[in-house]
């Protein structure tokens, strides 16, 4: 459903990406691990329509991206929840933005957050959050829109251990429910084993994609204690270690 | 209700008064009155009409100086710190003028606006509106961009990125210097009052003065003390009001 071909950006003359080609199929999920700094938000930027590609394009269902739209949704580093917002404004602000009433965006804001295990903290505002809240808040935000692609930056990288694995399955419970394709960028490898289908990995500035993994095990909740993913991540590692 | 700031009030003005009555008595009482005849000077000019009037005329006139303020250089201070082309065009004439002390200019308001409110009213809102320029122009240009490519990537236009994210985001700077400028509007206000008109605290301060009755002068004082108070608080409960997320500590 996803289609990048040949992308291309620079910053001030310098390339952040070069040649960067890949697809994702619908009910495939995509994790892209690279070092850190390497370009993968600039990707990610250019997947959501936010920042044009200097060079290649990018299909959704054959069509071009243009711009931000209602069919992507994306999930920025921080959570990119406006402090100045309840919790519940936040959720519905992507209905806001698209002419929902407010009754409706309301019920359905509470809905998706509820569905998310965050009930009763609609009036609070983020910084009253934790961590680990604020970004259940930011993936109710992305989902409810229902896009038809979630782009997700780094979404766990500033949790605690626990947390983090918390969400991880949340998001995986999510996918599983909904078939809502995603591409997930982190520089954490078993969180790219545990939540991509396929695993792709990029190389230091300028990124480009070096080699893409097959994760048969995706979609298990207890694929890291699996042989299979044992060797994946053997590999992975390896492959990791000559590029960074 | 809360009594803690009006505890915290009478506590300063105890502290105060103490100094106050030190300072009378060293200085034998004649040119700084005791600080408890000036409280009884003070709360029976509070029952006369007089006082009121006084007050009421330089309440409006500073009120009305503050709200025009607001209203002219919040906006403006808006669009400069998100339209970086209006910022280039204007930045270089604000900046050069800031530091000019603008007071002097109140001669030739008195010859532009005649000797009415008018002047009064448009000295105090210049130079309160300089401070809501910077403050509001400097504090949107700090906004993190992340904001804007959140409300972007949602299918924001430019217009729900002024309401989301610049409104938002630029009203605490705004206010914040509304409730620091009190103070400079009020000594603004004592200032343009002292010349070219019979009413209002500041000419009540001045004509007690020329007439050496200390105690009408300080019942004036302590009724311009009480106008910059109460503008302190209108000011700070405005703020707290239109921007309650910024007074929230962070848990995570």
Known sequence: MLTAENLGKSYGGQAVLEDVSFSLGEEETLAIVGPSGCGKTTLLYLLSGLVRPDAGRILVDGAPVAGPGPDISIILQDYGLLPWRTVVDNVALGLKVRGVGRAERLDRARRQLAELGIAGRDADYPANLSGGEQQRVAIARAFVTRPRLMLLDEPFSSLDALTRERLQYALLDAWKQRRVPFVLVTHSLEEAVVLGKRIMVMSDRPARPVRVFDNPGFGSRSILDTEACFNLLRELRSTVEDLW | ?252
């Open chain 2, 1 to 252: 209700m809360n009594l803690k700031p009006l505890l915290r009030y009478a506590l300063v003005v105890l502290v105060l008064g103490l100094i106050w009555k030190g300072a009378a008595t060293a200085l034998g009482g004649i040119i700084l009155p005791a600080p408890e005849d000036a409280a009884r000077a003070f709360f029976s000019a509070m029952a006369t009409a007089d006082f009121w009037a006084h007050f009421a005329t330089s309440a409006w006139r500073v009120v009305a100086a503050m709200a025009l303020a607001w209203l002219t250089a919040f906006p403006l201070g808006l669009l400069m710190g998100s339209v970086p082309r209006v910022d280039a065009l204007l930045a270089p004439f604000i900046f050069l003028t800031y530091p000019i002390p603008k007071i002097v200019l109140l001669p030739v308001f008195l010859l532009l606006f005649g000797l009415g409110d008018t002047a009064k009213i448009a000295m105090i809102a210049l130079i309160l509106g300089y401070q809501i320029l910077v403050t509001t122009r400097d504090g949107v240009k700090s906004i993190h961009p992340k904001y804007f490519d959140s409300v972007r990537s949602l299918g924001g236009s430019r217009r729900h990125v002024l309401r989301e994210v610049l409104l938002p985001a630029a009203l605490p700077h705004g206010f914040t210097a509304l409730r620091l400028g009190t103070g400079v509007s009020v000594a603004v206000l004592f200032f343009v009052e002292s010349f070219a008109t019979t009413r209002g605290l500041g000419y009540m301060i001045m004509d007690a003065w020329g007439a050496m009755d200390y105690l009408t002068m300080f019942s004036g004082i302590l009724g311009m003390s009480l106008l910059g108070a109460a503008l302190y608080e209108i000011a700070n409960f405005l703020e707290r009001r239109a921007c309650r997320w910024m007074f929230l500590r962070n848990k995570g």
